[in-house]
């Protein structure tokens, strides 16, 4: 169901090979920073989250160190459970949280659900009919369920595992019969979705691609939240938003998003559970996604 919600940091860390630790403070849980400097590189960083690391790689020097310690502090205190995945072509940059965690999908599983659709469509050589377009539009814009469970009904679950074997999403496990939400995802896996959509590939074509993130970027409005926060004005965000509550483990609130336009070239998954309300994901992943948006605009700068 609807609900409203609602540039990269400038400088370089100059250090000498070796490792810095650094203690960030007491609250719990605990994080201390492990931040790798190769000499004259800065190119790997990781940071412990109560024992489990975001771990960053870049092209771009002293931004992965950077970035793997803001995303530990927006998600330190939190008490939820998260992950995350982020990739940026333009500064070969990547960051990996929990990334292979399963999570209940909850919507986001309808961006897939229409990459398995448009893909049988391309196999037939055919393009969407009207009726398809009027689902495949209300799945994405509006999260409209109802559309989501004829078209689940219409791929199958033949098409939705072809679809996910092509994408190489192989750690993604479709719901059973029409538990379409309850499919198992991982931060990785979306992030491949979004890569796919986003970049040349054997699975989708240009016309297919344009058309999914044409859909993502024109989500209603009290859906835009999440990934998009704080995004470059000069960036097109293209987001499809998930949230579930259940009886065990409270809320699942997840966001995934793709950034083009305007030099960006980047794609971020985050993913949570264990929300005592769907507020509180949303400000879970917002906070991570501002500081990552910022940090890449500055480096880009």
């Known amino acids: 169901m609807p609900r409203s919600?609602?540039?990269?940091?400038?400088?370089?860390?100059?250090?000498?090979?070796?490792?810095?630790?650094?203690?960030?403070?007491?609250?719990?849980?605990?994080?201390?920073?492990?931040?790798?400097?190769?000499?004259?590189?800065?190119?790997?960083?990781?940071?412990?989250?109560?024992?489990?690391?975001?771990?960053c790689t870049s092209g771009t020097p002293g931004l992965a160190p950077t970035l793997s310690r803001d995303i530990a502090d927006a998600f330190r205190g939190r008490a939820d459970t998260q992950a995350l995945a982020l990739y940026d072509a333009s500064t070969r940059t990547s960051c990996r949280f929990r990334a292979d965690d399963a999570f209940d999908s909850a919507s986001v599983v309808k961006v897939t659900v229409l990459g398995a659709l448009l893909r049988q469509a391309q196999e037939a050589h055919r393009p969407l009919t009207a009726e398809e377009g009027r689902l495949a539009t209300a799945m994405i814009t509006k999260s409209d369920n109802a559309a989501t469970n004829a078209l689940w009904r219409q791929v199958g679950p033949d098409g939705i595992r072809h679809f996910l074997t092509l994408a190489k999403m192989a750690h993604t496990e479709p719901g059973d019969g029409p538990a379409w939400g309850l499919t198992q995802i991982t931060a990785d896996d979306q992030l491949t979705l979004m890569r796919l959509l986003t970049h040349d590939n054997d699975v989708l074509g240009p016309g297919a691609r344009a058309y999914a993130l044409g859909l993502m970027r024109h989500v209603a409005p009290d859906q835009r939240w999440g990934a998009p926060a704080g995004h470059p004005a000069d960036a097109t965000s293209q987001v499809k938003n998930g949230w579930l509550p259940r009886t065990t483990d409270g809320w699942r609130v997840h966001s995934v998003a793709a950034f083009t336009g305007g030099g960006h070239d980047y794609g971020l998954a985050v993913l949570s559970r264990a929300n005592r309300t769907m507020d509180y994901g949303v400000a879970t992943i917002e906070a991570a996604s501002r500081v990552i948006h910022r940090d890449l605009d500055a480096a880009s700068g």
Not at 30 to 39: E, F, I, K, R
């Open 5 to 55: 919600r609602p540039s990269r940091r400038a400088r370089a860390v100059a250090v000498t090979a070796g490792v810095l630790l650094t203690a960030l403070g007491a609250a719990a849980p605990a994080l201390a920073v492990t931040g790798v400097y190769p000499s004259g590189g800065g190119r790997h960083g990781s940071t412990a989250v109560g024992g489990e690391r975001v771990v």
